[in-house]
């Protein structure tokens, strides 16, 4: 059996050197921090901080399953003002790590808490989150009951000022059937149909009550506008009613992008909103597109 060097020898064979022992202070108060530097750095910068931080997060719902464990992709930063250099950015990963601690679900409620937390923290006058993840609920095929799990991926935006309080923004992507009105009425027999990929981001009242589970409101908003719902099991019975359910609901882009947003319109706790469909046209190769966004002004 052949022999080798000891593991020191061979690194040493493939390149490694010893350490230096340098000349800069080895504790973290003898440290030069840059980025305390305060001179005129010419702009202020409403958001600074980090992005694409995945994160395991603990999420509730009205539907099952009622609680589970997803991971989500953080955004965290907060403003700078142009007279300081930087922001101690160990910092917001260490208050990220602080919220999962805590074990709080994932929440407009428990992310302002965290917004306010990141401020106070950075010593800065605002801070924000931007955060998406997988949602999974249980869904039951419409007549054999037949269960399975879905996702959609939730959306949610929280921005915090000392001064002005919050602005929370509440996202819901989901896929959907769609079945086409012009094939259904010029055709002899059928119509062609596809699956409508539909996205709604929607602006909240600060002061107004909103519903305890906001991602399934928004959810059942977008299904129950389309053609048809999406099911993880379809047995024959099943596959019967959701091809007849589309046909009985034909619907362009345009019409499913309006119907959603009249219906996000009529909530009360709902600022702004903003709706796009897409739906992966069956004989086309291009795909069919729609958007709406409004604002009320109260």
Same mark, same amino acid.
């Given at each position: 059996?052949?022999?080798f060097? @000891?593991?020191e020898?061979?690194?040493q064979?493939f390149?490694?050197?010893?350490?230096?022992l340098?000349t800069?202070?080895?504790? *973290?108060?003898?440290?030069?921090?840059?980025?305390?530097t305060?001179?005129?750095?010419?702009f202020h910068?409403?958001q600074?901080?980090i992005?694409?931080m995945?994160?395991? $997060? +603990?999420i509730?719902s009205?539907?099952?399953?009622q609680s589970?464990t997803?991971?989500a992709?953080?955004?965290?930063?907060? @403003?700078?003002?142009?007279?300081? *250099?930087g922001?101690?950015?160990s910092r917001?990963?260490?208050?990220? +790590?602080?919220?999962?601690?805590s074990?709080?679900p994932?929440?407009v409620?428990?992310l302002?808490e965290?917004?306010?937390?990141?401020?106070r923290r950075?010593?800065?006058?605002s801070?924000?989150?931007?955060?998406?993840f997988?949602?999974?609920?249980?869904?039951?095929?419409? $007549?054999?009951?037949?269960s399975g799990?879905?996702?959609?991926?939730? *959306?949610?935006?929280?921005?915090?000022? %000392?001064k002005d309080?919050w602005t929370?923004?509440?996202?819901c992507?989901?896929?959907?059937?769609?079945?086409?009105? &012009?094939? *259904?009425?010029? @055709?002899?027999y059928?119509a062609?149909n596809?699956?409508?990929?539909?996205?709604?981001?929607v602006?909240?009242?600060?002061?107004?009550?909103h519903?305890?589970?906001?991602?399934a409101?928004?959810l059942?908003i977008?299904e129950?506008?389309?053609?048809?719902?999406?099911?993880? $099991?379809?047995?024959?019975?099943?596959?019967?009613?959701?091809?007849?359910e589309a046909?009985?609901?034909?619907?362009?882009?345009e019409?499913?992008t309006?119907?959603i947003?009249?219906?996000l319109y009529e909530q009360?706790?709902?600022k702004?909103?903003q709706? %796009? &469909?897409?739906n992966?046209e069956?004989?086309?190769?291009h795909?069919?597109?729609?958007?709406?966004?409004y %604002?009320?002004?109260l």
């Amino acid at each position: 059996m052949r022999s080798f060097p @000891s593991k020191e020898e061979r690194h040493q064979l493939f390149g490694s050197v010893p350490p230096s022992l340098g000349t800069k202070p080895l504790q *973290k108060e003898d440290m030069t921090d840059i980025q305390k530097t305060e001179r005129d750095f010419y702009f202020h910068l409403e958001q600074v901080g980090i992005c694409r931080m995945s994160y395991p $997060v +603990h999420i509730v719902s009205k539907m099952a399953p009622q609680s589970q464990t997803t991971t989500a992709e953080f955004t965290l930063s907060t @403003s700078l003002p142009a007279h300081q *250099k930087g922001i101690h950015m160990s910092r917001l990963t260490e208050q990220l +790590h602080s919220f999962y601690e805590s074990s709080k679900p994932l929440d407009v409620n428990s992310l302002k808490e965290l917004t306010a937390a990141l401020a106070r923290r950075m010593n800065q006058p605002s801070a924000s989150v931007q955060v998406a993840f997988p949602w999974y609920m249980e869904k039951q095929s419409p $007549v054999t009951g037949q269960s399975g799990l879905m996702h959609a991926t939730i *959306k949610y935006d929280v921005h915090f000022h %000392e001064k002005d309080g919050w602005t929370c923004h509440v996202g819901c992507d989901t896929q959907v059937t769609t079945l086409c009105p &012009c094939s *259904k009425e010029i @055709s002899e027999y059928g119509a062609h149909n596809q699956r409508g990929s539909v996205s709604i981001l929607v602006g909240l009242f600060e002061q107004a009550s909103h519903p305890d589970d906001i991602k399934a409101v928004l959810l059942h908003i977008i299904e129950s506008n389309a053609s048809a719902p999406l099911y993880p $099991v379809l047995k024959r019975p099943d596959e019967k009613k959701v091809t007849e359910e589309a046909y009985e609901n034909p619907r362009f882009v345009e019409d499913i992008t309006r119907l959603i947003a009249i219906e996000l319109y009529e909530q009360p706790w709902i600022k702004g909103i903003q709706v %796009e &469909c897409r739906n992966e046209e069956s004989i086309h190769q291009h795909d069919a597109y729609a958007k709406c966004s409004y %604002e009320k002004n109260l």
